[in-house]
């Protein structure tokens, strides 16, 4: 029998009353393995209600226990680790250490909420008027939501719960129907460590479930992380609801190969960050910029012969570099682009389509693919792929390479790899990108700074994580008070200034 999964709202599993579920593979085998309850819009707004209530008590506990409730969280999250992250691995396909770092990155932001109080310190002015001072304090919203995509199930709920329980707000989290069961223990190990009940709240579903949270009043902000149609639609209809919203959408990202890199750490570091989780991350590099004839040779050499000996197998076995695709439509997207790119002229160095894994012949595999020669007008290059495959597209110069990054309507990340600190200070400077690395592959920014993509990766105008996720998650309230004893001196019709 296949297993049922729940919603989980005031601190208990509650199963789905809408009759409509979504099924849950085990990409590694390609089987069933659990149907999620796909929410009515009944159902989120009784949740939401559960959740304002819930707030009322949590929002009014001092920022200092709120906090203490994230540290004990901690505690529990690194007992649970390897159990979770296994779980983790079998509903998204991730290999299991790739999925520690998954959960590993997520606590990391539950660390640096853990000093919310620091962060929810107002400003104070003392006598900015005769007998005037003037304060300011950061409020809870009310009820707040996530909604997630599947790529990260532990990380992206992570960022956005922990600053907005943190700030004193509840949380409806809408996760990926594709790996839901991570995200319903996180909500178990928050209970447990004592969060109040109804403040963690998890609804799974589809669009209706999201449109009822976009569409609800009570819900204050929208939290998105998914693919940039998606994004572009959250961000449009929770701002037309009068919410606030940061949507985070798709990449492209580009690492720029000047001629003084080391070649071999260059190849080293394209192969683990474009092929890594099968090129399922929005940080992943899927686009190789060589800068000249003599770099594009040397390195597509290097990168076609590394490719073969890349693991491809189940996400839970041994010395398995990338584990399945999430899911058999992912499969054959990704698979619809690689033949759309060799029909429109790329030259293709490796081919991952016929790859089969023993024993495994339903799983979602996709060997490593690599293609030389793409030029600006693919399909290929201008789209996001998702999976594991990474393109060499050739620049003449630096300025070109430079050129391409700034130009591709995706903005999110991207990497610039050279020995020459000038150009690295010009590209990082120039580029028209939200996180660059330099000399580093995948420049996720940690956690007490702010993770943020530009142009049609990120619609909204605060970041994740950081201080950035408390302005995000909390309103400014600004006290201008007076004490004298001239209160009854009678009224005043110009407006007030500052003497
Ligand atoms: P997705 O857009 O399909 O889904 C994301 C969320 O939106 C899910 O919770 C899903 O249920 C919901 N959703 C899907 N269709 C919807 C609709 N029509 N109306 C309302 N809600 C809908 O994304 P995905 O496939 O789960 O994740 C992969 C994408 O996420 C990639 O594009 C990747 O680049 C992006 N991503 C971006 C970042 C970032 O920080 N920029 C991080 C991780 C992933």
Same mark, same amino acid.
């Given at each position: 029998?296949?297993?049922?999964?729940?919603?989980?709202?005031?601190?208990?599993?509650?199963?789905?009353?809408?009759?409509?579920?979504?099924? +849950?593979y085990d990409p590694s085998t390609g089987?069933?393995?659990?149907?999620?309850?796909?929410?009515?819009?009944?159902?989120?707004?009784?949740?939401?209600?559960?959740?304002?209530?819930?707030?009322?008590?949590?929002?009014?506990?001092?920022?200092?226990?709120?906090?203490?409730?994230?540290?004990?969280?901690?505690?529990?999250?690194?007992?649970?680790?390897?159990?979770?992250?296994?779980?983790?691995?079998?509903?998204h396909g991730k290999?299991?250490?790739?999925?520690?770092?998954?959960?590993?990155?997520?606590?990391?932001?539950?660390?640096?909420?853990?000093?919310? =109080?620091?962060?929810?310190?107002?400003?104070?002015?003392?006598?900015?008027?005769?007998?005037?001072?003037?304060?300011?304090?950061?409020?809870?919203?009310?009820?707040?939501?996530?909604?997630?995509?599947?790529?990260?199930?532990?990380?992206? *709920?992570?960022?956005?719960?922990?600053?907005?329980?943190?700030?004193?707000?509840?949380?409806?989290?809408? *996760?990926?129907?594709?790996?839901?069961?991570? *995200?319903?223990?996180?909500?178990?190990?928050?209970?447990?460590?004592?969060?109040?009940?109804?403040?963690?709240?998890? +609804?799974?579903?589809?669009?209706?479930?999201?449109?009822?949270?976009?569409?609800?009043?009570?819900?204050?902000?929208?939290?998105?992380?998914?693919?940039?149609?998606?994004?572009?639609?959250?961000?449009?209809?929770?701002?037309?609801?009068?919410?606030?919203? !940061?949507?985070?959408?798709?990449?492209?990202?580009?690492?720029?190969?000047?001629?003084?890199?080391?070649?071999?750490?260059?190849?080293?570091?394209?192969?683990?960050?474009?092929?890594?989780?099968a090129?399922e991350?929005?940080?992943?590099?899927?686009?190789?910029?060589?800068?000249?004839?003599?770099?594009?040779?040397?390195?597509?050499?290097?990168?076609?012969?590394?490719?073969?000996?890349?693991?491809v197998g189940p996400a839970?076995?041994?010395?398995?570099?990338y584990g399945p695709l999430v899911s058999a439509?992912a499969v054959?997207?990704?698979?619809?682009?690689?033949?759309?790119?060799?029909?429109?002229?790329?030259?293709?160095?490796?081919?991952?389509?016929?790859?089969?894994v023993?024993?495994h012949?339903e799983g979602f595999y996709l060997? =490593?693919?690599?293609?030389?020669?793409?030029?600006?007008?693919?399909?290929?290059?201008?789209?996001?792929?998702?999976?594991?495959?990474?393109?060499?597209?050739?620049?003449?110069?630096?300025?070109?390479?430079?050129?391409?990054?700034?130009?591709?309507?995706?903005?999110?990340?991207?990497?610039?790899?050279?020995?020459?600190?000038?150009?690295?200070?010009?590209?990082?400077?120039?580029?028209?990108?939200?996180?660059?690395?330099?000399?580093?592959?995948?420049?996720?920014?940690?956690?007490?700074?702010?993770?943020?993509?530009?142009?049609?990766?990120?619609?909204?105008?605060?970041? !994740?994580?950081?201080?950035?996720?408390?302005?995000?998650?909390?309103?400014?309230?600004?006290?201008?008070?007076?004490?004298?004893?001239?209160?009854?001196?009678?009224?005043?019709?110009?407006?007030?200034?500052?003497?």
């Amino acid at each position: 029998m296949t297993r049922e999964l729940t919603h989980f709202i005031n601190g208990q599993h509650v199963a789905g009353a809408s009759g409509r579920f979504g099924d +849950v593979y085990d990409p590694s085998t390609g089987a069933v393995q659990a149907r999620v309850p796909l929410a009515s819009t009944v159902e989120v707004t009784d949740a939401i209600a559960v959740a304002e209530a819930a707030q009322r008590e949590w929002g009014a506990w001092n920022p200092q226990r709120r906090a203490r409730v994230l540290l004990r969280f901690l505690d529990l999250i690194a007992k649970d680790t390897p159990a979770l992250a296994r779980l983790l691995s079998t509903e998204h396909g991730k290999t299991v250490d790739d999925a520690k770092g998954d959960i590993q990155r997520g606590v990391e932001v539950i660390e640096f909420a853990a000093g919310a =109080p620091h962060l929810l310190k107002g400003e104070y002015t003392t006598g900015a008027g005769t007998g005037i001072d003037v304060y300011s304090m950061r409020q809870p919203l009310g009820v707040v939501a996530g909604i997630t995509p599947f790529n990260f199930p532990a990380m992206i *709920p992570l960022w956005k719960a922990g600053p907005a329980l943190a700030a004193g707000n509840a949380f409806i989290l809408k *996760p990926s129907e594709r790996d839901p069961s991570v *995200p319903l223990r996180i909500a178990e190990l928050f209970l447990e460590a004592g969060l109040p009940k109804g403040v963690f709240n998890v +609804v799974n579903g589809d669009k209706e479930a999201v449109d009822a949270l976009l569409t609800d009043d009570r819900i204050k902000a929208v939290g998105f992380v998914g693919s940039t149609p998606i994004a572009q639609y959250i961000y449009a209809t929770a701002a037309a609801n009068g919410k606030r919203a !940061q949507c985070f959408g798709g990449a492209k990202n580009h690492m720029i190969v000047m001629p003084d890199a080391d070649l071999d750490q260059v190849a080293d570091a394209l192969i683990g960050a474009g092929y890594g989780s099968a090129g399922e991350r929005c940080m992943a590099i899927s686009v190789a910029v060589p800068v000249g004839k003599e770099t594009g040779d040397a390195l597509a050499a290097k990168l076609a012969e590394r490719v073969t000996h890349l693991r491809v197998g189940p996400a839970l076995a041994d010395g398995v570099d990338y584990g399945p695709l999430v899911s058999a439509d992912a499969v054959e997207r990704v698979k619809g682009y690689i033949q759309t790119a060799i029909d429109e002229g790329g030259t293709l160095l490796a081919d991952g389509r016929g790859l089969v894994v023993d024993g495994h012949e339903e799983g979602f595999y996709l060997g =490593p693919t690599l293609f030389d020669d793409i030029s600006t007008d693919m399909t290929i290059y201008r789209e996001e792929v998702f999976g594991p495959v990474l393109i060499i597209a050739r620049a003449d110069d630096y300025e070109q390479a430079l050129a391409m990054a700034t130009d591709h309507e995706f903005g999110n990340g991207a990497a610039i790899f050279t020995r020459d600190g000038d150009t690295a200070r010009d590209f990082s400077t120039r580029v028209e990108v939200g996180m660059i690395g330099v000399n580093v592959p995948i420049p996720v920014p940690i956690a007490y700074h702010t993770f943020g993509g530009w142009k049609r990766s990120g619609f909204g105008d605060l970041n !994740q994580h950081g201080p950035d996720s408390f302005r995000f998650y909390t309103k400014t309230k600004t006290v201008t008070s007076r004490w004298p004893s001239g209160l009854k001196e009678g009224a005043s019709f110009v407006m007030p200034t500052m003497h």
